[in-house]
């Protein structure tokens, strides 16, 4: 038995998960997705959105940042993977590197308050992981594409859901899930 779930594994092709429709994924994803649900109950994550959200930092200031980010330059890369909530974000990735390849927190405008291990840009704020789970403030959860994750170099498919303080959507959590993951989860449901 064992064999023949290696062979079907080896014969499932990532680009196969790229053709699933977002029902499809969502149904699949469904056991991750309610454990981020359980994730953005964390009073240390809302407390670091919060807080970050409370400096008021303009738009481009935010940008500057960015590009200072993008360009290795930004004092926040190293930061962001040390704060209390980059630490715990750092140990989920870690403890469960088998299925996650990455985790990140964005505060109100989508700029990173935690990430780990580094984005390839500080700024989520014109992008769809965060555009579309802030949905306007209104916060709803969103599954990316499968896709080659440019910051991790992994095929995986992001989950962004919305980090909600006294009914307000506050900021985004996103957590890339590898397609292994799929893989397994796809054939389980068989």
Do not use: C, H
Not at 11 to 34: C, G, H, N
Not at 37 to 42: A, G, H, P, Q, R
Not at 97 to 121: K, M, R
Not at 171 to 186: D, N, R, Y
């Amino acid at each position: 038995m064992l064999r023949y779930l290696l062979i079907a594994l080896i014969f499932v092709s990532p680009l196969s998960f790229a053709e699933l429709s977002q029902d499809e994924l969502q149904q699949v994803l469904e056991p991750r997705i309610e454990g981020l649900k359980f994730l953005t109950k964390n009073g240390m994550l809302l407390d670091a959105i919060r807080t970050q959200n409370r400096e008021g930092r303009s738009l481009d200031e935010i940008k500057k940042i960015d590009e200072e980010w993008k360009a290795g330059k930004s004092p926040l890369i190293k930061e962001l993977q040390e704060n209390k909530a980059g630490s715990f974000l750092k140990n989920i990735i870690i403890q469960q590197a088998d299925v996650y390849n990455e985790a990140f927190l964005t505060d109100i405008q989508g700029a990173n308050v935690a990430a780990y291990p580094p984005t390839s840009d500080y700024w989520q704020g014109d992008e769809e992981k965060f555009t579309a789970a802030f949905n306007g403030g209104e916060g709803k959860i969103f599954i990316g594409k499968v896709e080659m994750d440019e910051s991790t170099k992994t095929n995986a498919v992001q989950i962004s859901v919305p980090m909600e303080y006294n009914d307000e959507t506050i900021g985004v959590l996103v957590i890339g899930v590898k397609v292994s993951v799929l893989e397994a989860e796809k054939l389980k449901g068989q």
